[in-house]
């Protein structure tokens, strides 16, 4: 099976601009969780879908949403970018809930400027 | 709320030898899942083990094997035969398995880094 895939890998953006951030789990997956990590903060978690369904949500601000669709893929949006956004956002998908084996992508490396 | 606490930044072993990294959480579930994982540099994490807090028996997988400790809160991993492939950041981490299920939460991570 194809490993969990994010899309774009590197993005530059300037301060004030939004961007969007797509993972596709491994088929059959249906869980899909979000992270931030920096070297300040560690992995931080942003949240979880679960049948196009937020099921929990870290302590983000409001700028942090993100969707599921029907075939699992997820997206995460930041809007009004900030420095402090910089950061490795990773995707991990499970075959149910996050309890479960969390298999991760490779990460989009986001840099704000 | 969970908190996860990897108290060695950084750790090296010598190629062949066991090392032992420590993780200590605080919870206040009864029943929950603690998972140690490897990303190593510029590459994807990967799970390394995976321990379910009802089972007493720790889990083992090949060269690693954990100390779980349920009253301690504390889940340690231990690495045997180090090889240099292990070189990498290890993740401890926590997910509750009730409603929160899906919100994990990590450790800051221990570099481990193997000597030839």
């Known amino acids: 099976k194809a490993g969990v895939t994010q899309t774009p890998r590197y993005l530059i953006k300037t301060r004030g601009q939004q961007v969007t951030l797509s993972c596709s789990p491994i088929?059959?997956?249906?869980?899909v969780s979000w992270y931030q990590q920096t070297p300040g903060q560690g992995l931080q978690f942003l949240f979880e879908y679960f049948s196009e369904t937020q099921r929990n949500k870290g302590n983000f601000p409001g700028r942090f949403s993100g969707r599921q669709f029907s075939n699992s893929r997820s997206e995460m949006n930041v809007s009004t970018l900030e420095l402090g956004d910089s950061a490795l956002y990773l995707c991990?998908?499970?075959?149910?809930?996050?309890?479960?084996?969390?298999?991760f992508g490779p990460g989009t490396r986001l840099l704000v400027l | 709320a969970q908190t996860v606490t990897q108290s060695q930044p950084e750790m090296s072993v010598q190629e062949a030898e066991t090392v032992t990294l420590s993780c200590t959480y605080d919870?206040?579930?009864?029943?929950?899942?603690l998972f140690w994982y490897k990303q190593p540099p510029s590459r994807q994490m990967i799970l390394v083990i995976r321990q379910e807090a009802y089972k007493q028996q720790n889990a083992t997988e090949n060269r690693f094997s954990v100390n779980f400790q349920k009253a301690a809160k504390s889940f340690s991993l231990k690495i045997s035969d180090s090889q240099l492939g292990d070189t990498a950041m290890y993740f401890c981490?926590?997910?509750?398995?009730?409603?929160?299920?899906?919100?994990?939460?990590f450790g800051d991570g221990t570099t481990l880094t193997v000597k030839p």
């Open positions: 919870t206040s579930e009864s029943n929950y899942y």
């Open positions: 981490a926590f997910s509750p398995s009730n409603t929160n299920a899906g919100k994990s939460t």
């Open positions: 991990a998908s499970s075959l149910l809930r996050a309890q479960e084996t969390q298999y």
């Open positions: 088929s059959g997956h249906r869980s």
